[in-house]
Structures are given as structure tokens and as C-alpha cells.
Nanobody, 131 residues
Framework: VELVDSGGGSVQAGGSLRLSCAAS????????MGWVRQDPSKAREAVAM???????NYADFVKGRFTISKDNTKNTLYLQMNNLSPEDTAVYRC??????????????????????????WGRGTQVTVSS
């Protein structure tokens, strides 16, 4: 499985970005997928997740601002980020796991994220928001 994330950049507060994650090599039919972010000064955080049944959930700090979606025909996951703030500055990484192995973090976007929570990780794309 390969996840290639892209779309990061530098924007001013209040701006928008759309992240993409191109997925390939899936060997099972059902995966949970999502986005995790990490800033060097903070712990790794779940941002938004979507289940194999297309149920989405979000961390409280992005609700109403970010939207996760996926295009199954293109095997691509997206994260539309609006009204960005400097606190959103981080490396954003696409993640995926086989549905039967999805942890509570993967299903709720709540709680600390460890490497063990997802079997597949993108390399990350930098998002920088200036005030």
C-alpha cells in the first residue's frame, strides 16, 4: 500500500487549502482512512477520519472548518481546510488501516495517535499558516 499526500503550502490566517492523498496497492476492500498532523511542539493528533462506510468524524478543533472526503473511483482522499489558523500549522499525513484493525482513534479522531494506530502512512505535506 502506498499513500502519496500533497497539497500543503503556506497561507495566511483565514485562508484555505485542499490536501490530497493518492492511494494505491490496497489488497483488501475495506479500509478506514484519514489525516493525522504533527507539529514539533505538539503530540501527533488525529484530524479527520472516514470509515469504509463513508462515515466521517472530526477532531473538535477542526469541526466546521475541515471536510474529509474520498473519491473511490480515483482512490483519492481529500481534506478541504477552510478558515485556517496559525494553530493548524503542522505536517499533515494521510493514514490508512484495514477496516478490521481500525482502532478507536481511527474511528473517532479522538485521543493521542501512535504509529501503531495505522498500518499505512503517507510521507506528509507541510501546512504553514501565518497570522
Amino acid at each position: 500500500v502506498e499513500l502519496v499526500d500533497s497539497g500543503g503550502g503556506s497561507v495566511q490566517a483565514g485562508g484555505s487549502l485542499r490536501l490530497s492523498c493518492a492511494a494505491s496497492g490496497f489488497t483488501h476492500s475495506r479500509y478506514c482512512m484519514g489525516w493525522v498532523r504533527q507539529d514539533p511542539s505538539k503530540a501527533r493528533e488525529a484530524v479527520a477520519m472516514v470509515s469504509s462506510d463513508d462515515n466521517a468524524n472530526y477532531a473538535d478543533f477542526v469541526k466546521g472548518r475541515f471536510t474529509i472526503s474520498k473519491d473511490n473511483t480515483k482512490n483519492t482522499l481529500y481534506l478541504q481546510m477552510n478558515n485556517l489558523s496559525p494553530e493548524d500549522t503542522a505536517v499533515y499525513r494521510c493514514v490508512a488501516e484495514r477496516d478490521e484493525l481500525c482502532t478507536a482513534v481511527a474511528r473517532t479522531s479522538r485521543g493521542p495517535v501512535t504509529k501503531a494506530d495505522f498500518g499505512y502512512w503517507g510521507r506528509g505535506t507541510q501546512v504553514t499558516v501565518s497570522s
